[in-house]
């Protein structure tokens, strides 16, 4: 019963629609004949001239819309970008990757043999630090190999190769989209440059200049919007990877005074 009367009301509401719209286009229409009828208005000698309505200015909302979907990408882009570098921020830094306190206590086990307790410290602190890890590489070498005293170091280098290949992987999403950002800038000029080109073609030569804005404000905006991501994300990718090799070779030394000790263990 419902659906027999859904069609009906869908039509009428269009009808609606429809009898509105021309209702009021012929209302404007007739505005504006009554207007043209109308002589312009004469000013008498000394006095003053009326002044023109005031044209309201362009913001920097009005600016973005003109990229179309090209630009709202690029600014979703800039978001995923920006999330990433807090993240980043948060994760990749030495209080992190290397806590003091858990240097000190795995430092201290190892020096006085408890292996054992190493190991369950190193597990304690798996899911937040490089040096844990690594050294947990090391201790389990170490115990369950009959000449883990002469393998542990290779054990560790594998484990620290490993824990920095990851650390890098996760600074490959703002090098990708520093490499997309631009693109799709060039993307938007290509499409706005189209689109103004098409008017001149439709206007048989003749078009106005602001028949042609659209198009080519959409082609500046968005290679505008492009540099503007791009260009910080860049500078955050190579900020994170130098900060990365610079924590690993500090790990590195540190992992390795910690584990000297086993080194004379046989």
């Given at each position: 019963m419902t659906k027999a009367f859904a069609v009906p009301g869908l039509?009428?509401?269009?009808?609606?629609?429809?009898?509105?719209?021309?209702?009021?286009?012929?209302?404007?229409?007739?505005?504006?004949?009554?207007?043209?009828?109308v002589p312009p208005a004469t000013v008498a000698p000394g006095e003053a001239v009326p002044d023109e309505p005031e044209k309201t200015a362009r913001t920097l909302l009005d600016t973005v819309i003109d990229g179309?979907?090209?630009?709202?990408?690029?600014?979703?882009?800039?978001?995923?970008?920006?999330?990433f570098i807090v993240e980043h921020f948060l994760t990749i830094r030495?209080?992190?990757?290397?806590?003091?306190?858990?240097?000190e206590e795995l430092d201290e086990l190892i020096s006085q043999g408890?292996?054992?307790?190493?190991?369950?410290?190193?597990?304690a602190h798996e899911s937040q630090s490089l040096v844990s890890?690594?050294?947990?590489?090391?201790?389990?070498?170490?115990?369950?190999?009959?000449?883990?005293?002469?393998?542990?170091?290779?054990?560790?280098?594998?484990?620290?190769?490993?824990?920095?290949?990851?650390?890098?992987?996760?600074?490959?999403?703002?090098?990708?989209?520093?490499?997309?950002?631009?693109?799709?800038?060039?993307?938007?000029?290509?499409?706005?440059?189209?689109?103004?080109?098409?008017?001149?073609?439709?206007?048989?030569?003749?078009?106005?200049?602001e028949q042609l804005a659209g198009g080519i404000g959409q082609a500046l905006v968005t290679t505008l919007l492009g540099l503007v991501v791009a260009i910080p994300t860049m500078i955050a990718f190579s900020f994170f990877r130098n900060k990365i090799d610079s924590i690993v070779a500090e790990a590195g030394k540190r992992v390795e005074q910690i584990m000297m000790p086993l080194g004379r263990r046989k």
């Open positions: 039509l009428l509401c269009l009808l609606a629609i429809v009898t509105a719209t021309t209702f009021s286009n012929r209302s404007t229409m007739a505005q504006e004949e009554t207007l043209e009828d179309g979907i090209v630009g709202l990408l690029i600014i979703l882009l800039s978001m995923v970008s920006l999330g030495k209080s992190t990757l290397m806590p003091e306190p858990v240097i408890q292996i054992d307790q190493a190991i369950e410290a190193c597990h890890q690594v050294i947990l590489a090391g201790l389990e070498r170490y115990k369950g190999s009959e000449f883990g005293f002469a393998e542990y170091k290779a054990a560790c280098e594998e484990a620290g190769e490993d824990q920095t290949g990851r650390l890098y992987r996760k600074t490959e999403v703002l090098g990708l989209i520093g490499s997309i950002a631009p693109m799709l800038g060039l993307t938007g000029t290509v499409l706005g440059m189209i689109r103004a080109f098409n008017m001149i073609a439709s206007e048989g030569g003749m078009a106005k200049p």
